[in-house]
């Protein structure tokens, strides 16, 4: 079956270092998305990418589609306290309405 | 206004009873999902329901069974709880229209399950 392999599993960034991880999947993808949970919370989305290459900003995050729709990342300028918690992405590939997550990036922020 | 909310929010039980978890979204939303979350943060999805039909029954066991009345509501009950099934259980929706099979994912807050 459909796996998304993201990597890394953790990350502690002193405050005002840039952050990233990285998705894989092993197969092609219809779809990605990005959620992140806080500690205690529930998964928030952040956003979607459906174009091959697709490169999309929100303030200091920037995500990308791999040209081939197996792969994606999210980066992370000047890293704040309030970016902590952990980041999934999770991608579908075919036309069911089942999404795969990653095990997720925790990332931590020393200020 | 609360978009996806869960009752409840904690669960304490013993093995072998039998619980039930309710779900409630407020979006219009026509699929519904639930989630287990274990102890290493890891989302699986064990089944989703789209206008009260159920679409997606992952591999879980038949001591939990899935129900919804209506496109609003998806509960979950689950009979002979065991140790393994203590987790945190999300409760999602989603609109499926469009170009996609599916949507961005309301989560709900959760229900941690502690089995004793």
């Known amino acids: 079956g459909q796996q998304v392999m993201q990597i890394p599993q953790y990350q502690h960034v002193q405050e005002g270092e840039d952050f990233t991880t990285y998705c894989n999947s092993s197969t092609t993808l219809s779809n990605i998305q990005w959620y992140k949970q806080r500690p205690g919370g529930h998964p928030v989305f952040l956003i979607q990418?459906?174009?091959?290459?697709e490169v999309k900003k929100q303030k200091r995050l920037t995500f990308q589609f791999g040209e081939a729709k197996k792969n994606s990342s999210l980066h992370i300028t000047a890293t704040q306290t309030t970016d902590v918690g952990t980041y999934f992405c999770a991608g579908s590939g075919g036309s069911n309405y089942k999404l795969t997550f990653g095990k997720g990036t925790l990332l931590t922020v020393n200020p | 206004d609360t978009a996806v909310s869960q009752t409840p929010k904690y669960l304490v039980t013993q093995m072998g009873n039998d619980k039930s978890i309710k779900c409630e979204q407020n979006?219009?939303?026509?699929?519904m999902y639930w989630y287990k979350q274990d102890s290493k943060k890891f989302l699986k999805i064990m089944f989703s329901?789209?206008?009260?039909?159920?679409?997606i029954n992952e591999t879980v066991p038949n001591r939990f069974s899935p129900k919804s009345p209506d496109k609003a509501h998806l509960n979950l009950h689950i009979n002979s709880l065991e140790l393994g099934d203590s987790a945190v259980y999300f409760c999602a929706s989603s609109q499926v229209s469009g170009g996609t099979p599916w949507g961005e994912q309301f989560f709900g807050p959760g229900t941690r399950l502690t089995v004793l």
């Open positions: 979006l219009g939303h026509d699929t």
């Open positions: 329901y789209n206008n009260k039909e159920l679409i």
């Open positions: 990418l459906v174009k091959s290459g």
